[in-house]
């Protein structure tokens, strides 16, 4: 039974571990997972939860765009990455989802994060969610965005650093940082 209101976002959702830890905690949880096998497992692994919903899509910055997902990449292989080859998934942004009382979002994007937050800017103003990032060195680099920039432009809003988990930010406004 969620004991929180409001709604939750897991981006990059994978096969579910962190949408199924969320399911307890919040009113709703929304999961995108552009990648198709991970789609597939993440339904089967959350669908009896009846306050998820997974969307396969991406999420970034423009919505509606066609993408290529590359599943299994060479130095890594439980993730996947936009790239030049691969799957074709359709990209939406956060702010063209609608989306009312966001209470947390988490991005694990492998390197796309910097772009999701920009395409979610109306709802991090709005709403002011606690956010929680995956900072791995260089992943954003493969998109021409440094390390460190999904931070760096949260705290340009008015976001601030609650507290880092190895390679995860959490960042919160005002009382909650």
């Known amino acids: 039974m969620p004991i929180a209101q409001g709604v939750a976002i897991d981006g990059g959702a994978h096969i579910g571990v962190w949408t199924e830890a969320l399911a307890k905690k919040f009113k709703k949880v929304l999961a995108y997972e552009p990648e198709p096998r991970n789609a597939k497992l993440l339904r089967e692994n959350v669908g009896r939860l009846e306050n998820v919903r997974v969307h396969q899509k991406a999420l970034g910055w423009i919505p509606e765009q066609n993408v290529k997902v590359m599943w299994r990449l060479p130095e890594k292989t ?31 994007l492998d390197g796309f994060e910097y772009y999701a937050l920009r395409g979610a800017e109306t709802v991090l103003r709005m ?51």
């Not at 996947?80 to 988490?106: H, P, Y």
């Open 127 to 177: 709403w002011k969610p606690m956010v929680l990032i995956e900072e791995k060195h260089e992943l954003s680099e493969h998109y021409g965005i440094p390390t460190g920039e999904a931070r760096r432009w949260l705290e340009s809003i008015g976001m601030r650093v609650v507290e880092t988990f190895h390679i995860d930010v959490l960042l919160g406004w005002g009382e909650q940082a």
């Open 78 to 108: 439980d993730t996947a990455r936009i790239g030049s080859r691969g799957e074709i998934a359709q990209t939406t942004s956060l702010d063209a989802e609608g989306l009312k009382d966001v209470t947390f979002i988490k991005l694990d």
